[in-house]
T-cell receptor
Framework: GAVVSQHPSWVICKSGTSVKIECRSL??????MFWYRQFPKQSLMLMAT?????????EQGVEKDKFLINHASLTLSTLTVTSAHPEDSSFYIC??????????FGPGTRLTVL | LAKTTQPISMDSYEGQEVNITCSHNNIATNDYITWYQQFPSQGPRFIIQ???TKVTNEVASLFIPADRKSSTLSLPRVSLSDTAVYYC???????????FGKGTRLHILP
């Protein structure tokens, strides 16, 4: 099946720094990708919809200036957590829509902000 | 977007058949029902998808009654490795965003 990768798989950073997470569709093109955040023992929470060549659509309560999303190509979307703080520590997961409209999820990125 | 309701948790034993039921009373005509499995610190993994009646693949079966207001994921002969969180999702195909419910935490005992 189609594969979605994320890089890095985990990252530790200092408070106040910015962190970029990449989401790639490896063997298919994805005009739409989604970004989720998941806290321990909780469900996935949709943060935003990333559309190739246009601005991302953010869910209510998600700060677009803090979570910058760039979908510059049909196989790559990036999420940048700007000025990260400890409360941003979470598991970030992306997904991409495949050729037959299936949704494939990446393996996730564990962000820890010290 | 149709809201889903699942049991918070379930326990079962190795070798048993496990059935997890999901309620989705306000499912729309063009909505499909999809089930995902998630292990700790991993992304969700697709299990099965259906629109009506019964769908079966190599890992599970999905039963959907005629009114489509609920669905049941059936896992035959579970093993310890099936311990995971299972999410029932309802939505259209393609670019429709998916909203995750709380999922069912399945714990398989030896």
């Amino acid at each position: 099946g189609a594969v979605v990768s994320q890089h890095p798989s985990w990252v530790i950073c200092k408070s106040g720094t910015s962190v970029k997470i990449e989401c790639r569709s490896l063997d298919f093109q994805a005009t739409t990708m989604f970004w989720y955040r998941q806290f321990p023992k909780q469900s996935l929470m949709l943060m935003a919809t990333s559309n190739e060549g246009s601005k991302a659509t953010y869910e209510q309560g998600v700060e677009k200036d803090k979570f910058l999303i760039n979908h510059a190509s049909l196989t790559l979307s990036t999420l940048t957590v700007t000025s990260a703080h400890p409360e941003d520590s979470s598991f970030y997961i992306c997904s991409a829509i495949g050729r037959f409209n299936e949704q494939f999820f990446g393996p996730g990125t564990r962000l820890t902000v010290l | 977007l149709a809201k889903t309701t699942q049991p918070i948790s379930m326990d079962s034993y190795e070798g048993q058949e496990v059935n997890i039921t999901c309620s989705h009373n306000n499912i729309a005509t063009n909505d499909y029902i999809t089930w995902y499995q998630q292990f700790p610190s991993q992304g969700p993994r697709f299990i099965i998808q259906g629109y009506k009646t019964k769908v079966t693949n190599e890992v599970a079966s999905l039963f959907i009654p005629a009114d489509r207001k609920s669905s049941t994921l059936s896992l035959p002969r579970v093993s310890l490795s099936d311990t995971a969180v299972y999410y029932c999702l309802v939505g259209g195909l393609g670019d429709d965003k998916i909203i995750f419910g709380k999922g069912t935490r399945l714990h398989i005992l030896p």
